[in-house]
């Protein structure tokens, strides 16, 4: 439900309207608008008489919210969210460019690769540790190690770092991470999203293979009433038919996800396609479409990539893509 407030409410009438819905076991999110302020209600509100709300003298309106997601539903919080990292932020006026290699291999790649995409105008870096690999007789990352050396990156270039969370068990490593990712495999795990929603790390939340808009946008409201606003949303492909790509690529999710929530929008192109030549075009029209972050697979040596080479680009490949990127952006923003 949300309740829209009158320009200017009387103080002493909100706070006693606030304090009786906390009593009836409702938490509110306040939203302060430039002409309203919207209160949204989020527990159990069949039990509340709209009517009665709608008569007070600090109200403009009452409504009931018909989707099951309500923190992150963007009726309750009209404007985008832009969420701080480190020195940038993602969602506003940013273009996020999130940059690295699939796995951090050594020190001496992750730091390689970083400085090269700082350079060419990357906002963040991303390098799993943790590795969710398909067959179990793949590379399954450095683990502990991997971050101890995205944390060298960090410090060499100023870079935050993003870098999936696999499991609760790992949660306490990941204290001094800027972006803990979730990734497809994990979306609905609800378990871990209830744990990082109970930290302040803003959270990635890469979409399910065969995840429906309504059950990713569950997975973020998880993270969220737990407490945990800063969440991302990362669009990386879905499962179809086609073959000749590794999944598909809904771009679609920009202007539908636009409309039904607030929360920033990542595109990573590079596990969407699983080739590299694909990368170019579709982080374009990535950006082109709105999104406000891409997330791209670089390696320094892609034919020797420890994990996803044919999909990442060479440093000097990203280099040209980031600049068509930030062009991009600037002409959307201009329009
Ligand atoms: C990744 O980003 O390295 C990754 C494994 O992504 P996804 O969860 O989208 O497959
Ligand atoms: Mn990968």
Redesign the pocket.
């Known amino acids: 439900m949300i309740v829209v407030l009158k320009q200017n409410p009387n103080a002493e009438q909100l706070e006693s309207l606030i304090a009786w819905l906390k009593e009836k076991g409702i938490s509110i999110h306040t939203s302060a608008g430039e002409n309203h302020t919207i209160l949204g209600l989020v527990g159990d509100t069949s039990q509340l008489d709209m009517d009665l709300i709608a008569a007070l003298d600090i109200v403009e309106d009452v409504k009931r919210i018909q989707e099951p997601f309500k923190n992150a539903n963007r009726k309750f919080h009209p404007a985008d969210s832009e969420i701080p990292v480190g020195n940038t932020q993602i969602g506003g006026d940013t273009l996020t460019i999130m940059a690295g290699p699939?796995?951090v291999e050594s020190e001496a790649q992750i730091v390689g690769i970083a400085k090269a995409v700082k350079a060419s105008g990357a906002t963040m870096l991303?390098g799993?540790a943790f590795?969710?690999?398909t067959s179990p007789y793949s590379f399954q990352g450095l683990g502990e190690r991997g971050l101890e050396f995205l944390k060298v990156a960090r410090q060499e270039t100023g870079l935050p770092i993003v870098t999936?969370l696999m499991d609760l068990s790992q949660l306490p490593l990941f204290k001094d991470v800027d972006v803990i990712?979730?990734?497809?495999?994990?979306?609905q795990n609800f378990d871990l999203l209830k744990a990082v929603g109970h930290q302040e790390k803003p959270v990635m939340i890469?979409?399910g293979?065969a995840a429906t808009y309504e059950e990713w946008l569950m997975s973020a409201e998880y993270v969220m009433s737990g407490g945990n606003e800063n969440v991302i949303l990362?669009e990386?492909?879905i499962r179809t038919f086609e073959t000749y790509t590794r999944n598909t690529l809904d771009l679609s999710c920009i202007p539908v996800l636009r409309r039904l929530t607030h929360l920033p929008i990542v595109i990573?192109p590079?596990?969407?396609t699983g080739k590299s030549w694909l990368v170019e075009p579709m982080a374009c029209g990535a950006v082109a479409t709105g999104a406000d972050g891409v997330?791209i697979?670089v390696h320094n040596d892609p034919a020797h990539a420890l994990?996803?080479g044919p999909q990442s680009l060479k440093p000097e490949e990203f280099d040209r893509v980031a600049a068509k990127l930030l062009k991009i952006h600037e002409t959307v923003k201009a329009l």
């Open positions: 699939c796995s991303r799993g590795k969710p690999r999936e990712q979730i990734g497809a495999r994990n979306m890469k979409r293979m990362c990386r492909g990573d590079s596990h969407a997330l697979e994990c996803d």
